[in-house]
């Protein structure tokens, strides 16, 4: 007893080396308030883990729907359709390039506080901010047309509803769809996922009947080709529907939902979990995109291939695409496929609509509501996609998928650019900034994509002047007006590249100290636990409009 009276004052306490060389020190506990902190401390620590990682779930899952909309879709099947495996690399290429901007995304909003629009309206003069604004707002609208067109070929199929009046449907169908919102969100993007998942299990199921070749696979995601007519023109439009401006405004607003603790440990967890997140969601994503082109492939290049189908692969649409199933799903192979790609289109329509409201905000600081919002770009997405369904029809809205999916691989380098010279910086991420390697990686796959892009416009413009039957002056015209534009686009980029970032934006965080006892000291000086300092700092409110739990 007279032990532990003792115990009650100040007890010295040295290393457990003992005797020579160990630092003593002064801690004012007892025994039972010393058991009591390696409890919480240990409990705290595993809060730390899997449950901490839980409460980080989300964002990466929300943005990868992206990565399965209709324009990808589309763009696998005629890749698969037209060149077998041989684009197969492409697909990985894009979604590993994907991971990383994600998670650059992902990042830059957790170190900064702000997401990647807000910064470009701090970062960028004037006009230049208003410009970047209208090219991503621009990304969102031709985002939005293949979902546009993904929704009146599933109608169509559904209900033998002619494209173009399908096309009118859907400027409702969106709405409808967030209005329900309010009855559960969770539940209805569960339900979203689900019927996205089932065209998932579906060409899964297809591909282990038709059986493609291992070997090509494999040869077909790991060796490099571009052959063939148009082979590069269907390269662009796989990397832009993988890898979308959009996107990255819409990760790095996301993020800003969840409570961060305002600590370089608390940051530094964070940027690990929405890596892991990312990491998994994209990797289902590309399990997707392969088998799709697989069974494309493999179906459309077979020796003993019907007239019909043949002609059906000739000129492959997702309105045309749900024979590819009949061998899993027999006779209802085209209501489950129209099915899923309705639930595609609707998914992806969601995140392009928040895309939008996040991009508005940060760059105008501007806020509409979510049905406002979305009628507005549905509507200007829908002329396009209506003009072309009335002239050309199911191949032409087909088509058009594919320009929208080129618009958005143009458009990539004016978000893709600010994001990785943001991520790079000292002003703005601090200590947070990307590691010599992840700058190299990055730079080298954004430049290979930029300058894919500057070939293709280039060189698909040539020789379109060479060929067309136009009279010499309407093509002299059109070479003063596109030449120009082109000389523009470069020198565009080239500012945005070498232009140097003059504002910080970096928040000192409070640092990770122990004082006695093993807790985290806060601002204030005063002992604190991780949880309590997590539930201190509150998220973004003016971002929490979002379908995501808190």
């Not at 961060?260 to 994209?282: H, K, Q």
């Not at 899993?328 to 496929?337: A, P, R």
């Amino acid at each position: 007893m007279e032990g532990r009276q003792q115990n009650q004052s100040d007890i010295v306490s040295s290393d457990r080396g003992g005797g020579g060389g160990g630092s003593n020190r002064i801690v004012a506990l007892n025994i039972e308030e010393l058991e009591n902190v390696d409890d919480k401390h240990i409990d705290q620590e595993q809060k730390l883990g899997w449950k901490a990682f839980f409460s980080f779930v989300g964002p990466g899952f929300l943005v990868s729907l992206a990565y399965l909309d209709p324009g990808n879709l589309e763009t696998d099947l005629q890749a698969g359709a037209n060149h077998g495996y041989e684009l197969l690399w492409v697909v990985l290429v894009g979604l590993i390039f994907a991971l990383i901007i994600q998670s650059l995304a992902a990042n830059l909003g957790v170190s900064t506080g702000k997401h990647l629009a807000e910064l470009c309206k701090a970062e960028y003069p004037k006009y230049v901010k208003l410009c970047l604004w209208l090219l991503a707002e621009v990304a969102v609208i031709a985002a939005d047309i293949p979902e546009v067109i993904g929704t009146a070929f599933a109608l169509n199929i559904l209900f033998h509803i002619p494209v173009w009046v399908g096309v009118l449907i859907t400027g409702c169908s969106t709405l409808l769809l967030l209005g329900l919102q309010r009855y559960g969100v969770r539940k209805l993007e569960l339900l979203i996922s689900i019927m996205v998942f089932v065209m998932a299990g579906c060409f899964f199921g297809e591909m282990s009947i038709v059986k493609p070749p291992a070997a090509d696979v494999l040869k077909g995601m790991f060796v490099p080709k571009l052959n063939g007519n148009g082979a590069t023109g269907d390269a662009i439009a796989l990397l832009g529907a993988l890898v979308m401006p959009h996107n990255l405004f819409l990760h790095s607003a996301l993020v800003l939902s969840r409570k961060v603790p305002n600590s370089v440990r608390g940051i530094n967890d964070a940027c690990r979990y929405f890596l892991i997140e990312s990491g998994f969601a994209l990797f289902v994503a590309l399990l997707i995109n392969v088998a799709i082109i697989s069974v494309s492939a493999t179906v459309c290049i077979a020796d003993k291939l019907s007239p019909e189908n043949a002609n059906r692969c000739s000129n492959l649409t997702l309105n045309s695409a749900s024979f590819l199933l009949q061998n899993v799903l027999g006779k209802s192979s085209s209501t489950v496929y129209a099915i899923a790609v309705l639930a595609s289109g609707q998914s992806s329509t969601i995140t392009g609509t928040y895309a939008g409201q996040y991009i508005m905000q940060g760059f105008l600081d501007l806020k509409m509501r979510t049905w406002l919002r979305n009628l507005m770009t549905r509507c200007i997405a829908i002329t396009p996609s209506l003009i072309v369904s009335i002239i050309g029809g199911s191949s032409g809205a087909g088509r058009l998928i594919i320009i929208a999916s080129m618009i958005l691989s143009f458009e990539l380098p004016f978000a893709l650019i600010p994001l990785l010279k943001f991520s790079s910086s000292a002003t703005k991420m601090g200590p947070h900034k990307n590691s010599i390697y992840i700058i190299v990686i990055s730079w080298i796959l954004g430049v290979g994509i930029i300058g894919i892009n500057i070939y293709y416009l280039s060189t698909a413009f040539v020789d379109w002047l060479i060929h067309n039957n136009l009279p010499k002056v309407a093509n002299v015209f059109m070479g003063l007006i596109v030449f120009p534009l082109m000389a523009v686009y470069i020198v565009a980029v080239i500012y945005l590249t070498f232009r140097k970032d003059t504002v910080k934006t970096f928040i000192e965080p409070v640092k990770d100290e122990l004082v006695e006892g093993g807790q985290l000291e806060n601002e204030k000086g005063r002992p604190s636990n991780g949880a309590e300092e997590a539930d201190r700092l509150p998220c973004r409110q003016d971002l929490a409009d979002i379908p995501l739990p808190e």
